[in-house]
């Protein structure tokens, strides 16, 4: 929530910035009659508090804020969709094994796996024949 409070108060003193290069008025000088006010300066130590806050949370959490949420959301949607993607990979092995479906790699390595002649012995088999 504090991130929210710290962004929205970002956008407005972008705002106001914007008023002043656009239009030469600021608005917040408007507001409590001049710049050198308490109020108005007060705002002004509020809105860049809040922008360095912004600019610290930008480098702590390596390039990425979260205004609205927490990571904790944002990291369980992860899992839901890698688990999901897992699913529908799943269903889509499953479709090709009941359709009869084979890649053009695995029936390559099914027949050529087959063939007695392809079949490699190790010298550490148990299956001897006793000849």
Same mark, same amino acid.
């Given at each position: 929530?504090?991130?929210?409070i +710290?962004?929205a108060?970002?956008?407005? #003193?972008c705002v106001n910035?914007?008023? &002043?290069g656009l239009l030469?008025y600021?608005? $917040?000088? #408007?507001?409590?009659g001049?710049?050198g006010? $308490?109020?108005?300066?007060?705002i002004y &130590?509020v809105i860049?508090a809040? +922008?360095?806050?912004? $600019? &610290? @949370?930008l480098?702590?959490?390596k =390039?990425?804020? %979260? $205004?609205? =949420? #927490? @990571?904790? @959301? !944002? &990291?369980?949607?992860m899992?839901e969709?890698? +688990?999901?993607?897992?699913?529908e990979?799943?269903k889509?092995?499953s479709? !090709?094994?009941?359709s =009869?479906? %084979?890649?053009?790699?695995?029936e390559? /390595?099914?027949?050529?796996?087959?063939?007695?002649?392809? *079949? *490699?012995i190790?010298?550490?088999?148990?299956?001897f /024949? /006793? !000849?």
């Amino acid at each position: 929530m504090l991130t929210f409070i +710290a962004f929205a108060l970002t956008i407005a #003193g972008c705002v106001n910035w914007l008023m &002043i290069g656009l239009l030469q008025y600021d608005f $917040v000088a #408007g507001i409590f009659g001049y710049q050198g006010s $308490v109020f108005s300066r007060l705002i002004y &130590i509020v809105i860049g508090a809040a +922008a360095v806050f912004l $600019v &610290i @949370k930008l480098f702590v959490e390596k =390039g990425s804020i %979260h $205004v609205w =949420g #927490g @990571k904790k @959301k !944002k &990291i369980q949607q992860m899992r839901e969709n890698y +688990a999901h993607s897992n699913i529908e990979a799943s269903k889509e092995q499953s479709r !090709k094994r009941e359709s =009869g479906y %084979h890649d053009s790699e695995e029936e390559n /390595d099914y027949q050529a796996s087959s063939h007695p002649q392809n *079949q *490699q012995i190790s010298l550490f088999d148990e299956h001897f /024949d /006793d !000849k």
